[in-house]
């Protein structure tokens, strides 16, 4: 079932050539002269119960002003978004807080203007002191409050009754990280009960570790939609693009979708991964001195070549990632037609599972300021225990285990 | 019901809470706390009284009493402040709560329903000093005093309607905020408050008698002071120009709530 359907919604704040205008428009009159700046357009997603949506962006694609439509403050200009149930939205820190009042006091104050009665906040207060932990802060004024306690609070008090929907817009990352595991085991035990997350943030842990799907806004639009890793790919390789760079997305045959960004001065001809007999495979033990075989060619003249790579887990987190910039291996002047090796080798020290290798092929040691070719899942290998005691964990440390019996 | 009455219905206790909040709040930390409510107007009819009594004393009308001309000032203060207070205060509502309207959805006329709500009981408190004060002059009450909460509820509705008017305006046309103070201290001038009305003109007080503020004060000063009935027409007259600007400011309220997040 959804509990948030948004159909074609479009935001224009209008501007009239002067305000009078503005004030005749709402007696009827024509308002030919106003003209207004689209900031969200032609965005449609569904939501359903139970499901946590995160949404991300570079600052001014629209998140806020989404979540703004979805919670009520702002009114589209177009389309519609309907909701199902009792939505809950933490879109500020401290959101109508008064700092003369004490915590208490404004745990009163906002949740009555989220209209609960007086009888149904008495019944939650205590629920609500004991969530947020702040101590006897809780009866001082919120003006004595950390950040990280104001968001305690509002936190505790948008969750103190379920909603249906919850809309949390980057406040959590000023919790500390206790508060923040306590808030996101809060939300999934909500998610549970059939809330819906809505969470705007940037921080792509906590999305990847919360979110079933994520939307992409970009310049007010959905740039792509799917689950977190890919569009988080998706997101890294659009916040590098430059001018004339192109995004070209494959699936691999894992069903993995392998996104190639950049500018194309110089690319990745090919990439390979040997194993201790110097076979290309993609599949190696837990330990194996590996190598990473990764071939450039360049296409048009740079100043400063510098190939980065990382190793992801199964879960997008990075495990390992360097560049030759790092290295001090940076290649200067590299002239077209040129061609590179690259030989990387290292022990696999990895925990068991699967692993993916992302290049990136930039000028200093970011891909922000310029992008010659991003790849994700450029390589996708396996690390399977073939010698090694048993263990856990996503890599391979070994150990020296000695025991010493004390005398009784 | 509209849905503004509706919101305000369902937001009642808020509405409570919050006035009683703000009260406690704005006398928190000082030391004579809630006196202060009434100490201020008090001491505004003080400077008045000491200013003006020598040259305006005698032409008090027929009340004998050594305190009649301060105590003919308070009666129009006290209807005088709440309708400033209200009006002021409602000026800058929305821009001064903007932040609250952008990031939490609510009725926004909540809003005003806490502002007024405070401005009245800053009135009621007022109210009572100053009904003190005729009692101690010995000045006797009389049942014209029935016509009392008539009157407190007139100016409510007139200041509430212009204020509403006014405060919508000021947040896309600032210029209302700049040039409404003005009006009010033209206003106040035009109104028998510090100076009887039977020293203006005849036809200029036939003018008068357009603005209901006029009829307000002077019922409060006829029912208190000069303890005659207010006119009754005179008072159904601003009851109809109050009503019609409440209509008028609840419409653009309808009409520019959704808009109003736009320009904060």
Redesign the interface.
Known sequence: MNVLSVSGIGKTYVRYRNEFQRVLSWFGASTSSAHGTEVIRDVSFEVRAGEALGIIGTNGAGKSTLLKIISGTLKQSKGQAITRGRVAAILELGMGFNPDLTGAENVFHSAGLAGFSREEIESKISEIEAFAEIGDYFWQPVRTYSSGMQARVAFAVATAWRPDILIVDEVLSVGDAYFQHKSFAKIRELGKAGTSLLIVSHDRNAIQSICDRVLLLDKGGIAKEGPPEEVFDFYNALISQKENGVIEIKKTGSNKVKTVSGTGEATVESIILTGENGEATDCVGVGENVKLRIQVKVHRPVESLVLGYGIKDRLGQVIFGTNTWHTKQRITNAEAGEAYVFHISFPANFGVGSYSVHTALVDQDTHLTSNYEWQDFALVFEVVNIDKAHFSGCSWNEPNIAIEKLPA | MPPALSALW??R??IL??VL?ELR?RF?RSVLGGLWGVLNPLAQVAIFALVLSNVLQAKIGNVDNQYSFALYLCAGLTCWNLFNDIVSRSLNLFIANG????????PKI?LLANLVGACVVDNLLLLTAVLALFLITGFTLTASLVFLPLLLVLTIALATGIGLILGV?NT??RDIGQVTPICLQVLFWFTPIVYPASIVPEQLQNLMAFNPVYTLVTSYQEILVFQTWPDTGSLLNCLVISAGLLLLGG??YS??A??M??VL
């Not at chain 2, 932040?99 to 609510?106: C, D, E, P, V």
Request: glycine share 0%; no cysteine.
């Open positions: 369902q937001y206790h808020f809470s919050s909040a709040l928190d932040n609250l309207i952008k990031k939490a959805a609510f909540v305006l896309f046309i419409f653009i009409r520019a959704e808009d997040a736009d």
